[in-house]
């Protein structure tokens, strides 16, 4: 008779990440800021959710002892930027920007020195040693608003975005130099897949990011940062739209309106590239490790945080 081997399964219970969470948060004194591209399970156990300005806001106000940031590095900075005293984490170190890659500080810092008598205003969507040399920052909330306050013989260069940059001229009918930079999700919607969408879908209204390339923005039925956008579909009587931004916001925007339809707008290549990458590494069981052992965690150096709070500050005031 053969032996038979019986194996015994070690069974190990899973965690409720969640409650983990937010355990560790009142735990830590801690507050979760998560950006509208975050995965819908990290939206929906943060204290705010938001775009760029919003979350600013509340990195410079929050009394919390630690910012859990899911983001992406450019923004977790910014929240260390503003509170250099707290602990800020990162759930990710690798969560990063095109934009920001793409906009090393000593090669802006080279064309602002071929460019003299410019001042240079810098979307948010940059590295802190960026802002160090930036006069204003700016959002997509913002940029007009604060580009329309520049008095008009101040002569800009605008970076890192060209797409953002050029709807802002066309907005202000001002003159700026454009650093040559772009996002790559709100730079692969395709206009021909749109086209094809709005046939099959006659009733949905387009409505796109800024960042968008101007082939899309001339397209859209409303053009607005990734707040308004949301704000937008809340209070609009149509009930169909097709969505040209990172598809994460429609997370939010089926919650505010579960009746109403939202079609993430196509890539040009069968992918998910309009999916951000950098966004998507944060996930529910980095957020609970990052918080559990307290890192990774933002540091700066001194001097550059000081040269790029300026900026900033000036943005708050400007808004």
């Known amino acids: ?54 979350l600013s806001k509340r990195a410079a106000a929050t009394e919390a002892d630690v910012i859990v940031f899911a983001g992406v590095h450019f923004m977790a900075e910014t929240a260390k930027i503003l509170n250099p ?35 240079v205003i810098s979307y948010i969507n940059c590295s802190a040693a960026v802002k160090a040399i930036s006069d204003i920052i700016c959002t997509s909330s913002n940029a007009v608003k604060i580009v329309e306050q520049v008095p008009a013989d101040k002569k800009i260069i605008f970076a890192p975005d060209r797409n953002l940059g050029r709807y802002i001229m066309k907005k202000t009918g001002r003159e700026m130099l454009l650093w040559d930079g772009s996002c790559i999700v709100h730079e692969t919607f395709s206009d021909r897949k749109i086209i094809q969408l709005k046939t099959e879908n006659p009733n949905a209204l387009l409505i796109a990011h800024p960042e968008c390339e101007e082939v899309i923005l001339n397209r859209a039925e409303f053009i607005g940062s990734t707040s308004a956008l949301l704000k937008f579909t809340a209070e609009s009587t149509s009930n169909e ?59 700066l150096d001194e001097d550059i945080r000081q040269k790029a709070l300026k900026p900033i500050q000036l943005m708050l005031e400007m808004s």
């Open 1 to 54: 008779m053969n032996t038979l081997e019986f194996k015994k399964e070690i069974c190990i219970p899973s965690l409720d990440l969640a409650s983990e969470i937010l355990a560790l948060k009142k735990k830590m004194n801690a507050v979760i800021l998560a950006h509208y591209y975050q995965e819908s399970e990290i939206q929906d156990l943060a204290d705010f959710i938001g775009d760029s300005l919003e």
């Open 85 to 119: 005293g707290k602990k800020v984490l990162l759930p990710d170190l690798n969560a990063g920007c095109s934009l920001a890659e793409g906009c090393p500080a000593p090669m802006l810092k080279q064309f602002k020195e071929e460019h003299p008598g410019h001042i």
């Open 241 to 299: 739209f097709i969505v040209a931004t990172e598809e994460g916001i429609i997370h939010q925007m089926q919650k505010l309106s579960p009746q109403k339809k939202f079609i993430p707008a196509p890539p040009d290549a069968n992918c998910s590239c309009n999916e951000c990458p950098y966004m998507k590494l944060n996930t529910l069981e980095k957020l609970y490790l990052c918080m559990k052992d307290g890192r990774p965690e933002i540091t």
